[in-house]
């Protein structure tokens, strides 16, 4: 996940910056790594704007009571250039000890041999409560590379007074978001009942994890591309129903332009999917301009009321360096820092702008928020394929935009997937 979640939400004064305080001695094993006076030291990486500073200091003294002598070292990375960053540190003979790695790019480090296998690991790490839908992204060929940390995923934002106005509430099925979709361009026929671009892929995959399918499935020991099948045509076409109450070019994502800041500010958008992130900026942005935003939040509808639809989960793991020194040392910081008393505090310090990795540990949101919704959906959260050359079918010209804005120009979905799907396979299979 390539944001700051959290300052934009509000909590930004938590995140000012990350304290680098003290760890534990690996018992004596050779290799640790040397601090002035002789003190062996842990190296953690974290993101910017990831870990709110007094939790991490917290964590930091918690293990360096048990570890006298060894302190933790906490180095801030920016994600602009992390994947070559983080690359050229797993290489060498003293990488940080500890890594904070988004949740999609985690698999290509796991192949290349930079990542220590926690998989007899997963006991003290509390494996079995992780939240499922994070999980995947940590595990490899049947193997443990990482522990979740932390997540978040988009809900539907919308304007209440445009809602009150046309007489619609918040929906549960697909069939109700339509109905409220019709009722609001009755209601207002110069707004547009919902913003959505032609391009904004991850709710697509949400919409074709609901029809039991996938963006890419595993073919014998090789992956192939999924958009030429039945389910991914379902899923695109209702995607083109949601479409046709927006105004939103069909060839550009949510960023180009930034939908929270420049598009739902100047008004005429009745609703609008986002993340927490962008709620926040866009209450910010209106604010600027002498308006007030009044927004409420619902989970994406799925196909039935008794559960919420499919949301792509973007977070981060947490995972030890293959050749680091202080692996011992390490497991027992990330048990720690993973664990269910400091992903509970963890949640609590975010305000629930985060997921923590555990329902156990969830935040308890105030009622109405964004962090509700958010919560709410994260039982139907997912990732992207998991599969180190997933990274390559996103590189740009990504083939499921272009897939996609074919289709809401009028190409047969089938026609458009398989030509996407042959791209995606060039991709795929390439590390």
């Not at 399918?213 to 192939?224: E, F, I, M, T, Y």
């Not at 695109?236 to 927006?246: Q, T, V, W």
């Amino acid at each position: 996940m390539k944001r700051k979640l959290i300052a934009a939400i509000g909590v930004a004064g938590m995140m000012v910056s990350i304290a680098a305080c003290g760890s534990d001695s690996d018992k004596g094993k050779d290799g640790a790594k040397a601090s002035a006076g002789g003190d062996k030291t842990l190296t953690v990486w974290v993101m910017d704007g990831s870990a709110p500073d007094a939790w991490m200091a917290e964590v930091n003294k918690a293990f360096e009571a048990k570890h006298p002598g060894v302190k933790v070292k906490v180095e801030k990375q920016i994600w602009n250039g992390i994947q070559e960053k983080v690359t050229t540190a797993l290489s060498e003979d003293t990488p940080p000890d500890v890594l904070e790695l988004g949740n999609t790019q985690t698999a290509g480090y796991a192949v290349t041999g930079g990542l220590a296998d926690l998989s007899g690991d997963k006991a003290t790490l509390g494996y079995d409560a992780w939240n499922k839908g994070m999980v995947a992204s940590n595990e490899l060929d049947g193997k443990l590379y990482s522990a979740p940390w932390y997540a978040a995923n988009r809900v539907v934002v919308y304007d209440k007074a445009a809602f009150k106005k046309a007489g619609v509430t918040p929906p549960k099925t697909r069939a109700e978001w339509i109905e409220g979709l019709k009722k609001l361009k009755a209601s207002d026929p110069k707004s547009q009942a919902i913003y959505l671009p032609g391009q904004s892929w991850y709710v697509l995959a949400g919409l074709i994890w609901d029809e039991g399918s996938d963006l890419a499935v595993k073919d014998g020991d090789k992956w192939k591309g999924n958009l030429s099948s039945p389910e991914a045509a379902n899923a695109m076409n209702f995607y083109k129903e949601l479409a046709s109450y927006s105004t939103a070019p069909k060839d550009k994502d949510e960023a180009t332009p930034q939908q929270s800041t420049d598009i739902v500010p100047k008004g005429g958008v009745a609703s609008w999917i986002g993340l927490g992130w962008e709620a926040g900026g866009a209450i910010d942005a209106m604010k600027k301009a002498g308006k007030t935003a009044d927004f409420g939040y619902f989970p994406i509808p799925g196909k039935t009321a008794d559960k919420p639809g499919s949301v792509f989960l973007g977070g981060s793991n947490l995972a030890i360096a293959e050749r680091s020194k202080n692996k011992d040392l390490a497991k027992e910081w990330l048990a720690l820092a993973a664990g269910k008393e400091f992903m509970t505090k963890y949640a609590a310090a975010t305000e629930g702008a985060l997921l923590p990795n555990s329902d156990a540990a969830q935040f308890k949101p105030a009622a109405g928020s964004f962090a509700e919704a958010m919560a709410a959906s994260s039982a139907s959260g997912k990732v992207t394929p998991v599969t180190p050359g997933w990274a390559n079918v996103e590189t740009a010209p990504n083939p499921i935009k272009d897939y996609m804005t074919k289709v809401l120009k009028g190409e047969d979905a089938k026609t458009a997937g398989e030509a996407a799907d042959k791209v995606i396979n060039e991709r795929i299979n390439q590390q």
